[in-house]
């Protein structure tokens, strides 16, 4: 076991989480609602990868939301950081190794498809990997050689969208593109995700998809709608524009996790 899994597992005590929810850019406000929560810095965690992305809180959070046992992994470092499509694999290793089964990702995206606006939730049922890396490239065995046909889990999507209903919540489902950021996509690279079948773009979630699947955990994500994608509206975009949005739609996705978790969990 790594240094960091021994870590996480310290902190645990007699805590037994199967579940493990990563949080994406402005969403932090979820862990206002962890119950008997533990906050442990990511600077305090040995080989923790850390982010220097503002928005991101940097810190693991353990304790119960929705009644259910959970680590959460506040914030995440991304390719566009160092160049590493792997930079999470040592997280999401460790997490494997002190029993999480189940990975639960969220992001701040932007819309190409007109029917999803800014402050609303979107189900990623499949995703694009646009940017070209990936982060099993260099693993030596053949478990590099990962299906894909099913990388986001069918029963913990429905899962999500029954909770969705329940709260009475608009919760949509698409396809999400994976751009290398860490700059913002032009017009015509918009245009284009919408050709090839994308409704989301946005700079992170695939990586740690694959790798969740290399693993063998399985996989359920949301993505919060900051802004309809460039040259759509006329706007020019901007990390603070993602951060001031993201907390609306991060609501909204909160009541619905919370929710669907004891589903997801079972």
Wanted: hydrophobic share 50%.
């Amino acid at each position: 076991m790594s240094a960091l899994a021994d870590a996480l597992r310290s902190h645990l005590g007699a805590r037994v989480p199967r579940v493990a929810l990563v949080l994406g850019s402005g969403l932090g406000a979820l862990v206002e609602a962890v119950e008997d929560a533990r906050h442990i810095p990511y600077a305090a965690l040995p080989g923790m990868p850390v982010s220097a992305v503002s928005g991101h809180a940097g810190e693991v959070v353990i304790g119960r939301l929705g009644g259910v046992e959970i680590v959460i992994l506040s914030g995440r470092i991304h390719y566009y950081e160092a160049g590493d499509p792997a930079a999470m694999r040592p997280a999401l290793e460790a997490l494997k190794a002190i029993g999480i089964e189940i990975l639960v990702l969220t992001n701040a995206a932007g819309s190409v498809n007109p029917a999803i606006g800014p402050g609303e939730v979107m189900l990623i049922e499949d995703h694009i990997a646009f940017s070209g890396r990936n982060p099993l490239i260099g693993e030596a065995t053949d478990a590099r050689f990962v299906g894909m046909t099913t990388a986001y889990d069918a029963a913990l999507r429905t899962a999500m969208l029954r909770a969705a209903v329940k709260v009475e919540e608009g919760l949509h489902r698409g396809v999400y593109m994976w751009f290398s950021g860490p700059s913002f996509e032009t017009p015509a690279e918009i245009r284009m995700a919408r050709v090839l079948g994308a409704d989301a773009v946005g700079m992170s979630t695939v990586p740690e998809t694959i790798l969740a699947r290399f693993l063998q955990l399985r996989v359920v994500a949301a993505s919060v709608i900051t802004n309809m994608g460039a040259g759509i509206t006329g706007n020019e975009l901007s990390h603070t524009e993602t951060k001031e949005v993201a907390p609306t739609g991060g609501a909204r996705l909160a009541r619905i996790l919370r929710e669907a978790l004891p589903d997801i969990a079972a």
